[in-house]
């Protein structure tokens, strides 16, 4: 059986306001979507959502993963499940070192049972694939001993990401701007070690601006989105076009959704405005 | 609590009895007898003392509870001995216990007595080495005439540790002591660390009831002399029953070039008052004070520290962490104090508070008193909660909400335990603070 994380017809709010009217998107295990869309589009939104974040209120729509509802999971239960995020920006835990993080980490994900205060994976079976796995990223053994992203650069923070996920191993993965604030050679570094780690074996929701980061994992598919839909699909030709010409084209070819986005953004400033 | 101990207290008769029961050298007992003089003169505190606002004690009645049995009959086997958190794990170079204000056992490792160090109970080695021990009671460490709790112990203290370590002596294996109390036990614990010039040595002690839930009153005082060159790493902990009454007087006097790293870990107790004081006596000494709180239910737990700059060239540096659950409460006063002469001081206090229920109140009043002109005194306090976009992220990553808290209360105390130089210590009081951690019900 192929599995499947399909979305359909996503409707979500945040307090007052409307950010996703109505997403539709499939992604089988094995495939590599790209998502792209101007700011405020509701991209970020999406990866929140299907990873649990309780700010978000989905108003109408589903969520299923392998034909089950996770609507009502916690982030806890997708995790365990197989669904995992890389952060657009991660959160710093001080005093936690990344290795003791990521055994408790990794042994919740891949016992999704495990009950409280039960056994954590061995600790030197634990390390052997933390090390293995930090040599694939190039990665200096160090980093494992350092507080999760305290103090990290930008580029150690996302590669901290990745590492998570090649030791968490999940089913579907959202990398939500992953190369956001890095260079070039690093977010070269993050692309093949996307593709490196096995990415060939889940179903992967690439969020970017750019198309670099798609240079090792070439997308099967790309969506746009604008004022909180998905307006088109395409191959990789279309995340090439969307890189070098902007998103004007969308706009014209999508008054209607355009006319939204506008009108959220309108939105924004107004709340902005009145100090909210 | 039974009414036949209600009916005892301490009184002007317990009292000579008690001193006609010691066999002690007559400076001690002269000591005794002014503290007590003091002691009777003073007022309990109360809310009309300024260091005393924050910190509530009308329900404390003294009157419950009475001057332990000098000669120690019967009162020594109530209960179990509790289990010692800091010694797991540690290789020791001697242990003392003292239940109930007496002393139960010391051991030392023949070959530190060789080297002339003493350790073991006070109450027993002041008998035998007064003449060397008298100067150092005589400096007066910690103010016996302070306030009513300070008198209380300087007048009747019983039982007590001592570590004794001759002229450039190095103890590598850290000295063990447990002061434990019974269900409404009395500890008049007195604590006497001397360190003579160019020694080193690390002692850990802890207190703790036979009952986690038990009551009792402990009115104790801890003096740590550090004379020129040496070099101590004190911990103790405190994980007394939560019914206990603390009152503590706590004072390190640290000479020239010596070092001081003290570290308190509070857990237990229903309400606790503390005078955690650190004078710098000698120029280019160096104190390290680090403090771990961690409270629930009702308790109360209020220190005052004090960093006390009296020389040249000194620094401070004093970091006190604190978990508040439930409708717990702490109140911290710090206080740098720089004498004019004590210049080019480098001293720093910070506070953080992390509150994990809305009920909880941590109060955090940092105070500098400077009057030296060339000084770096910086402070710091910061008060939050549990952050809920790191509770997501670990979340994310498969933890449950409740571990995800634990792990973020456990990594906030961990940078308290960095600063703990030895492996097997640091080790020990996150082993012992994590079991605590590991109780929380969640937020």
């Known amino acids: 059986m192929i599995e499947t994380l399909k979305i359909t017809n996503l409707h979500v709010s945040v307090g007052e306001k409307q950010i996703l009217n109505g997403v539709n998107l499939t992604i089988n295990r094995g495939e590599v979507h790209a998502l792209m869309g101007p700011n405020g589009s509701g991209k970020s939104t999406l990866a929140g959502v299907i990873m649990g974040h309780p700010n978000y209120e989905v108003t109408e729509g589903t969520i299923e993963l392998n034909g089950q509802d996770i609507l009502e999971w916690d982030a806890t239960e997708r995790a365990r499940a197989g669904v995992f ?64 992203n305290d103090g990290f650069s930008g580029g150690e923070m996302k590669r901290a990401e990745i590492l998570q996920m090649a030791m968490l191993r999940p089913k579907f993965a959202i990398l939500d701007e992953t190369d956001s604030g890095l260079d070039v050679d690093a977010v070269k570094l993050a692309s093949q070690s996307i593709a490196e780690i096995g990415g060939a074996e889940m179903g992967i929701l690439i969020i970017t601006h750019h198309d670099r980061l798609l240079e090792h994992n070439t997308p099967d598919f790309t969506h746009v989105i604008l004022g909180g839909r998905i307006v088109e699909t395409g191959g990789v030709e279309l995340a090439r076009e969307l890189y070098t010409e902007g998103y004007e084209k969308v706009r014209e070819r999508h008054p209607e959704d355009a006319a939204i986005e506008k009108e959220m953004a309108a939105k924004d400033k107004q709340l902005v405005g009145g100090g909210v | 609590m039974s009414t036949a101990i209600a009916a005892k207290g301490f009184s002007q008769a317990a009292f000579d009895a008690y001193l006609a029961a010691r066999d002690e050298p007559a400076w001690l007992l002269d000591m005794r007898r002014k503290a007590w003089a003091r002691f009777q003169d003073l007022p309990l505190p109360s809310v009309r003392d300024e260091e005393w606002m924050r910190t509530d004690i009308r329900l404390f009645k003294l009157d419950r509870f009475e001057l332990p049995d000098a000669l120690g009959h019967g009162e020594a086997s109530q209960g179990q001995v509790p289990h010692a958190l800091l010694a ?9 216990v003292v239940m109930n204000s007496h002393a139960l056992s010391a051991k030392l490792e023949p070959s530190l007595a060789k080297q002339g160090v003493l350790f073991g109970s006070l109450q027993h080695l002041v008998k035998e080495h007064g003449d060397l ?49 019974s269900n409404g036990g009395v500890d008049l614990d007195k604590t006497l660390v001397i360190l003579e010039p160019g020694a080193d040595a690390t002692m850990l002690s802890e207190t703790a009831s036979t009952d986690t839930t038990g009551g009792g009153m402990h009115c104790g005082s801890i003096e740590l002399i550090v004379e020129q060159g040496a070099r101590l790493r004190y911990v103790n902990l405190q994980n007394w029953g939560h019914e206990v009454w603390h009152f503590a007087h706590q004072k390190g006097h640290v000479g020239r070039e010596g070092r001081l790293q003290w570290t308190i870990g509070a857990l237990g107790s ?63 006063r710090g206080m740098i104090r720089v004498e004019r002469d004590a210049q080019r001081t480098d001293a720093y206090q910070r506070n953080d508070n992390l509150m994990l229920s809305r009920d909880a109140r941590a109060d955090s009043i940092p105070g500098l008193e400077i009057e030296a002109d060339d000084v770096r005194c910086t402070h710091g306090s910061t008060s939050g909660r549990v952050d809920d976009q790191q509770l997501f992220y670990a979340m994310t990553r498969g933890y449950t909400r409740r571990e995800a808290v634990r792990m973020i209360v456990a990594g906030f105390f961990q940078q308290v335990f960095d600063r703990i130089t030895i492996e097997s210590v640091r080790d020990a009081l996150s082993e012992a603070i994590g079991r605590r951690v590991s109780d929380i019900k969640g937020l």
């Open chain 1, 85 to 148: 995020m890389a952060f657009q920006r991660p959160m710093a835990i001080p005093g936690v070192k990344m290795a003791d993080f990521l055994r408790h980490a990794t042994t919740n994900v891949r016992n999704p049972q495990r009950k409280e205060g039960e056994q954590l994976i061995p600790m030197r079976e634990f390390r052997k694939e933390l090390r293995e796995k930090m040599t694939q990223l190039k990665m200096d053994e160090e980093f494992a001993r350092r507080y999760v």
């Open chain 2, 270 to 332: 229903r309400l606790a008052k503390v005078n955690q004081h650190v004078a710098m006596t000698g120029p280019d000494a160096e104190v390290q004070v680090n403090g771990v709180m961690f409270t629930e239910g009702k308790q109360h737990l209020s220190y005052n520290t004090h960093q006390h700059h009296q020389a040249a060239f000194c620094k401070s540096d004093l970091l006190y962490k604190a978990a508040l659950q439930d409708k717990s409460r702490t109140v911290w």
């Open chain 2, 133 to 181: 021990l008298r100067p150092f009671f005589e400096r007066r460490v910690v103010d016996p005439h302070k306030d009513k709790f300070a008198a209380l112990n300087a007048a009747c203290w019983s039982g007590g540790t001592l570590l004794y370590v001759p002229k450039g002596v190095r103890i590598e294996q850290p000295l063990h002591a447990l002061s434990a109390i």
């Open chain 2, 88 to 96: 797991a794990g540690v290789n020791l170079g001697g242990r003392a």
